[in-house]
Protein backbone atom coordinates (compact mmCIF):
# COMPACT_ATOMS: atom_id res chain seq x y z
CA UNK A 1 0.00 0.00 0.00
CA UNK A 2 1.53 3.21 -1.18
CA UNK A 3 1.16 6.52 0.96
CA UNK A 4 -1.15 8.00 -1.16
CA UNK A 5 -3.31 5.07 -0.55
CA UNK A 6 -2.98 4.73 2.61
CA UNK A 7 -4.30 8.49 3.12
CA UNK A 8 -1.31 10.18 4.25
CA UNK A 9 0.91 13.08 2.58
CA UNK A 10 4.05 11.31 1.37
CA UNK A 11 7.42 12.29 3.77
CA UNK A 12 8.58 15.19 2.21
CA UNK A 13 5.85 16.35 -0.15
CA UNK A 14 4.46 19.78 0.28
CA UNK A 15 0.97 20.64 0.64
CA UNK A 16 1.31 24.02 -0.18
CA UNK A 17 2.02 25.44 -3.88
CA UNK A 18 5.92 25.86 -3.76
CA UNK A 19 5.38 29.26 -5.81
CA UNK A 20 2.91 30.73 -2.96
CA UNK A 21 3.79 34.01 -1.76
CA UNK A 22 3.27 33.64 1.74
CA UNK A 23 3.89 37.36 3.22
CA UNK A 24 1.67 38.69 0.72
CA UNK A 25 -1.20 35.77 1.61
CA UNK A 26 -0.79 36.34 5.36
CA UNK A 27 -0.88 39.97 4.80
CA UNK A 28 -3.86 40.29 2.90
CA UNK A 29 -5.81 37.91 5.49
CA UNK A 30 -4.99 39.65 8.52
CA UNK A 31 -5.94 42.84 6.85
CA UNK A 32 -9.25 41.78 5.67
CA UNK A 33 -10.06 40.70 9.20
CA UNK A 34 -9.08 43.49 11.20
CA UNK A 35 -10.53 45.80 8.56
CA UNK A 36 -13.92 44.47 9.70
CA UNK A 37 -14.84 41.06 11.49
CA UNK A 38 -17.70 39.71 13.42
CA UNK A 39 -17.70 41.44 16.89
CA UNK A 40 -18.00 38.56 19.20
CA UNK A 41 -17.64 39.32 22.66
CA UNK A 42 -15.02 36.86 23.26
CA UNK A 43 -12.79 38.05 20.82
CA UNK A 44 -12.63 41.51 22.77
CA UNK A 45 -10.65 39.85 25.50
CA UNK A 46 -7.91 37.64 26.47
CA UNK A 47 -9.33 36.56 29.74
CA UNK A 48 -8.53 32.48 29.60
CA UNK A 49 -11.43 31.80 31.65
CA UNK A 50 -13.94 34.06 29.64
CA UNK A 51 -12.14 32.60 26.31
CA UNK A 52 -12.33 28.89 27.18
CA UNK A 53 -16.20 29.01 28.58
CA UNK A 54 -16.63 30.20 24.48
CA UNK A 55 -14.96 27.55 23.13
CA UNK A 56 -16.68 24.97 25.09
CA UNK A 57 -20.21 26.37 24.16
CA UNK A 58 -19.08 26.62 20.36
CA UNK A 59 -18.53 22.76 20.32
CA UNK A 60 -21.27 22.10 17.56
CA UNK A 61 -23.29 25.24 18.34
CA UNK A 62 -24.31 28.25 16.20
CA UNK A 63 -21.81 31.25 17.13
CA UNK A 64 -24.92 33.73 17.26
CA UNK A 65 -26.57 31.24 20.04
CA UNK A 66 -23.52 31.67 21.88
CA UNK A 67 -23.48 34.93 22.31
CA UNK A 68 -26.04 35.09 24.99
CA UNK A 69 -25.55 32.43 26.31
CA UNK A 70 -21.65 33.70 27.18
CA UNK A 71 -22.97 36.38 28.57
CA UNK A 72 -25.61 35.10 30.72
CA UNK A 73 -22.80 32.54 32.14
CA UNK A 74 -20.47 34.95 32.52
CA UNK A 75 -22.77 37.43 34.70
CA UNK A 76 -23.55 34.56 36.72
CA UNK A 77 -19.96 33.15 37.25
CA UNK A 78 -17.75 36.04 36.38
CA UNK A 79 -14.59 34.43 37.16
CA UNK A 80 -13.26 30.88 37.25
CA UNK A 81 -13.27 31.04 41.04
CA UNK A 82 -16.78 31.68 41.00
CA UNK A 83 -17.71 28.79 38.66
CA UNK A 84 -15.05 26.18 40.94
CA UNK A 85 -17.48 27.65 43.79
CA UNK A 86 -20.68 26.66 42.53
CA UNK A 87 -22.90 23.55 42.43
CA UNK A 88 -22.63 21.51 39.75
CA UNK A 89 -26.20 20.71 39.13
CA UNK A 90 -26.93 24.96 38.90
CA UNK A 91 -23.94 24.81 35.76
CA UNK A 92 -25.80 21.52 34.37
CA UNK A 93 -29.07 23.53 34.60
CA UNK A 94 -27.96 26.35 33.15
CA UNK A 95 -26.68 24.30 29.96
CA UNK A 96 -30.08 22.22 29.51
CA UNK A 97 -32.06 25.96 30.13
CA UNK A 98 -29.63 27.21 27.50
CA UNK A 99 -29.49 24.57 25.13
CA UNK A 100 -26.04 23.88 24.86
CA UNK A 101 -25.87 20.45 23.96
CA UNK A 102 -24.00 17.31 25.61
CA UNK A 103 -24.69 18.39 29.41
CA UNK A 104 -21.16 16.65 30.13
CA UNK A 105 -19.81 19.44 28.63
CA UNK A 106 -20.92 21.43 31.95
CA UNK A 107 -19.68 19.04 34.20
CA UNK A 108 -16.56 18.88 32.63
CA UNK A 109 -16.22 22.76 32.25
CA UNK A 110 -16.85 22.94 36.17
CA UNK A 111 -14.48 19.86 37.06
CA UNK A 112 -11.54 21.81 34.72
CA UNK A 113 -12.59 25.13 37.27
CA UNK A 114 -11.52 23.43 39.74
CA UNK A 115 -8.55 22.43 38.70
CA UNK A 116 -7.47 25.79 37.72
CA UNK A 117 -8.29 27.15 40.89
CA UNK A 118 -6.72 24.23 43.16
CA UNK A 119 -3.04 22.93 41.01
CA UNK A 120 -2.56 26.77 39.14
CA UNK A 121 -3.61 28.87 42.05
CA UNK A 122 -6.60 30.28 39.63
CA UNK A 123 -4.44 30.99 36.98
CA UNK A 124 -5.15 28.99 33.39
CA UNK A 125 -1.68 27.50 32.53
CA UNK A 126 -0.45 29.04 28.97
CA UNK A 127 1.12 26.49 27.45
CA UNK A 128 -1.47 24.09 25.01
CA UNK A 129 0.74 20.80 26.56
CA UNK A 130 -0.74 22.08 30.23
CA UNK A 131 -4.46 23.84 29.26
CA UNK A 132 -4.97 19.66 27.72
CA UNK A 133 -4.41 18.49 31.41
CA UNK A 134 -7.55 20.41 32.54
CA UNK A 135 -10.51 18.01 32.31
CA UNK A 136 -12.63 18.07 29.27
CA UNK A 137 -10.11 19.89 27.40
CA UNK A 138 -8.55 18.42 23.89
CA UNK A 139 -5.84 19.32 21.67
CA UNK A 140 -8.36 21.85 19.68
CA UNK A 141 -9.43 23.26 22.63
CA UNK A 142 -5.82 23.76 24.27
CA UNK A 143 -4.50 25.13 21.16
CA UNK A 144 -7.52 27.62 20.52
CA UNK A 145 -7.26 29.35 24.48
CA UNK A 146 -3.35 29.23 24.60
CA UNK A 147 -4.08 31.28 21.10
CA UNK A 148 -6.81 33.34 21.56
CA UNK A 149 -5.55 33.86 25.42
CA UNK A 150 -2.06 33.93 25.58
CA UNK A 151 -0.83 34.37 21.61
CA UNK A 152 0.60 31.02 22.45
CA UNK A 153 -0.87 28.72 19.88
CA UNK A 154 -0.01 26.51 17.21
CA UNK A 155 -2.22 26.80 13.67
CA UNK A 156 -5.99 25.98 14.87
CA UNK A 157 -7.63 23.37 12.03
CA UNK A 158 -10.81 23.04 12.25
CA UNK A 159 -13.16 22.02 9.54
CA UNK A 160 -13.30 25.78 8.18
CA UNK A 161 -9.21 25.77 7.88
CA UNK A 162 -9.47 22.53 6.27
CA UNK A 163 -12.21 23.41 3.76
CA UNK A 164 -10.57 27.05 3.12
CA UNK A 165 -7.23 25.63 2.35
CA UNK A 166 -8.51 22.73 0.39
CA UNK A 167 -9.91 25.26 -1.89
CA UNK A 168 -7.29 28.00 -2.44
CA UNK A 169 -4.42 26.19 -2.23
CA UNK A 170 -5.97 22.63 -3.32
CA UNK A 171 -4.56 21.09 -0.30
CA UNK A 172 -5.19 17.11 -0.18
CA UNK A 173 -8.07 15.99 2.05
CA UNK A 174 -5.47 14.61 4.36
CA UNK A 175 -5.19 15.45 8.07
CA UNK A 176 -1.23 15.19 8.00
CA UNK A 177 -1.53 17.62 4.60
CA UNK A 178 -3.95 20.11 6.73
CA UNK A 179 -1.72 20.32 9.40
CA UNK A 180 1.00 20.78 7.55
CA UNK A 181 -0.65 23.67 5.36
CA UNK A 182 -1.71 25.72 8.68
CA UNK A 183 1.48 25.49 10.44
CA UNK A 184 3.02 26.98 7.26
CA UNK A 185 0.73 29.51 6.92
CA UNK A 186 0.22 31.16 10.06
CA UNK A 187 2.96 33.43 10.48
CA UNK A 188 5.17 32.38 14.07
CA UNK A 189 4.44 34.55 16.86
CA UNK A 190 0.81 35.89 15.85
CA UNK A 191 -1.33 32.81 16.67
CA UNK A 192 -4.12 34.74 18.24
CA UNK A 193 -5.25 36.97 15.26
CA UNK A 194 -4.02 34.41 12.44
CA UNK A 195 -6.47 31.77 13.93
CA UNK A 196 -8.96 33.85 14.48
CA UNK A 197 -9.00 35.38 10.77
CA UNK A 198 -8.54 32.34 8.93
CA UNK A 199 -12.00 30.75 10.78
CA UNK A 200 -13.40 34.01 9.90
CA UNK A 201 -12.59 33.40 6.47
CA UNK A 202 -14.11 29.64 6.73
CA UNK A 203 -17.28 31.22 8.60
CA UNK A 204 -18.01 34.15 6.51
CA UNK A 205 -16.48 33.86 3.07
CA UNK A 206 -15.01 30.29 1.88
CA UNK A 207 -18.64 28.95 3.71
CA UNK A 208 -20.16 25.39 2.10
CA UNK A 209 -21.69 27.91 -0.48
CA UNK A 210 -18.93 30.58 -1.14
CA UNK A 211 -19.49 34.20 -1.39
CA UNK A 212 -16.02 35.30 -2.64
CA UNK A 213 -16.71 38.65 -4.53
CA UNK A 214 -19.75 39.67 -1.79
CA UNK A 215 -17.29 38.87 0.91
CA UNK A 216 -14.24 40.21 -0.69
CA UNK A 217 -12.45 37.21 0.04
CA UNK A 218 -8.75 38.34 0.94
CA UNK A 219 -7.53 35.21 -1.43
CA UNK A 220 -9.10 34.95 -4.75
CA UNK A 221 -6.10 36.27 -6.13
CA UNK A 222 -4.32 33.03 -5.50
CA UNK A 223 -7.52 30.76 -5.10
CA UNK A 224 -7.57 27.70 -6.85
CA UNK A 225 -10.98 27.25 -6.51
CA UNK A 226 -11.98 30.56 -7.44
CA UNK A 227 -9.69 30.47 -10.55
CA UNK A 228 -11.30 26.82 -11.57
CA UNK A 229 -14.35 27.38 -9.96
CA UNK A 230 -15.14 24.22 -8.87
CA UNK A 231 -16.05 24.85 -4.84
CA UNK A 232 -16.24 20.90 -3.86
CA UNK A 233 -14.85 20.48 -0.38
CA UNK A 234 -14.32 17.91 2.23
CA UNK A 235 -17.02 16.04 3.60
CA UNK A 236 -18.10 17.26 6.85
CA UNK A 237 -20.63 14.64 9.08
CA UNK A 238 -24.01 16.29 9.79
CA UNK A 239 -25.00 16.53 13.30
CA UNK A 240 -28.01 13.63 13.80
CA UNK A 241 -31.40 15.38 14.14
CA UNK A 242 -32.16 16.96 17.65
CA UNK A 243 -35.52 15.97 17.78
CA UNK A 244 -36.49 12.49 18.94
CA UNK A 245 -33.04 12.23 19.94
CA UNK A 246 -31.04 10.77 23.02
CA UNK A 247 -29.59 13.78 23.29
CA UNK A 248 -33.11 15.72 23.57
CA UNK A 249 -34.40 13.15 26.37
CA UNK A 250 -31.28 13.48 28.47
CA UNK A 251 -31.70 17.00 28.52
CA UNK A 252 -35.18 16.55 29.39
CA UNK A 253 -34.30 14.34 32.31
CA UNK A 254 -31.82 16.69 33.32
CA UNK A 255 -34.23 19.55 33.44
CA UNK A 256 -36.99 18.06 35.55
CA UNK A 257 -34.63 16.59 37.87
CA UNK A 258 -32.69 20.47 38.10
CA UNK A 259 -36.45 21.53 39.19
CA UNK A 260 -37.11 18.51 41.91
CA UNK A 261 -35.15 16.57 45.11
CA UNK A 262 -35.65 13.48 43.41
CA UNK A 263 -37.83 11.53 41.59
CA UNK A 264 -39.54 8.18 41.56
CA UNK A 265 -37.90 6.56 37.65
CA UNK A 266 -41.51 5.95 36.32
CA UNK A 267 -42.72 9.41 37.18
CA UNK A 268 -39.83 10.83 35.60
CA UNK A 269 -40.48 8.78 32.56
CA UNK A 270 -44.41 10.23 32.63
CA UNK A 271 -42.63 13.81 32.59
CA UNK A 272 -40.24 13.59 29.85
CA UNK A 273 -42.23 11.10 27.72
CA UNK A 274 -45.90 11.16 27.14
CA UNK A 275 -46.15 7.97 25.18
CA UNK A 276 -44.08 6.35 27.96
CA UNK A 277 -44.99 3.15 29.68
CA UNK A 278 -42.63 0.56 31.77
CA UNK A 279 -43.37 -2.28 29.43
CA UNK A 280 -43.38 0.07 25.98
CA UNK A 281 -40.87 0.37 23.31
CA UNK A 282 -39.96 3.62 25.22
CA UNK A 283 -40.37 2.35 28.81
CA UNK A 284 -38.69 1.68 31.73
CA UNK A 285 -35.72 -0.54 29.77
CA UNK A 286 -35.25 2.89 27.51
CA UNK A 287 -35.40 5.32 30.28
CA UNK A 288 -32.81 3.53 32.25
CA UNK A 289 -30.45 3.65 29.37
CA UNK A 290 -30.75 7.23 29.33
CA UNK A 291 -30.34 7.32 33.47
CA UNK A 292 -27.06 5.14 32.54
CA UNK A 293 -25.31 7.20 30.15
CA UNK A 294 -26.21 10.24 32.87
CA UNK A 295 -24.65 8.10 35.34
CA UNK A 296 -21.65 6.72 33.90
CA UNK A 297 -21.18 11.10 33.28
CA UNK A 298 -21.55 11.85 36.79
CA UNK A 299 -24.65 13.92 35.77
CA UNK A 300 -27.27 11.78 37.22
CA UNK A 301 -27.63 9.13 40.76
CA UNK A 302 -30.18 6.47 40.93
CA UNK A 303 -30.85 5.06 44.38
CA UNK A 304 -33.36 3.36 46.37
CA UNK A 305 -36.13 5.53 48.94
CA UNK A 306 -38.93 3.57 50.35
CA UNK A 307 -38.82 0.72 48.32
CA UNK A 308 -38.40 2.69 45.02
CA UNK A 309 -36.10 3.43 42.64
CA UNK A 310 -35.73 7.45 42.00
CA UNK A 311 -33.21 9.57 40.21
CA UNK A 312 -31.41 12.68 41.65
CA UNK A 313 -28.69 14.89 40.25
CA UNK A 314 -25.44 14.70 41.69
Same mark, same amino acid.
Given at each position: ?59 ? $???? %? *?????? =??? !?????? &??? +? ?73 ? $???? %? *?????? =??? !?????? &??? +? ?132
Amino acid at each position: MTDADAGTTPAGDAPLPADLDLDAVREALIEWYEDDHRPFPWRQTDDAYEIHVSEVMSQQ $TQLD %R *VVSAWS =DFR !DRWPTV &EAL +AAADRSEVVAFWTDHSLGYNNRAKYLHEAANQVVDEYGGEYPEEPGELEELMGVGPYTANAVASFAFNNGNAVVD $TNVE %R *VTYRAF =DVP !DDDDAF &EQA +ASELMPEGESRVWNNAIMELGGVACTKSPSCDEAGCPWRKWCHAYETGDFTAPDVPEQPSFEGSRRQFRGRIVRHLGEHDAVPVDDLGHRIRVDYTPDGEHGREWLEGLLDDLAEDGLVAVEERDGKQVARLR
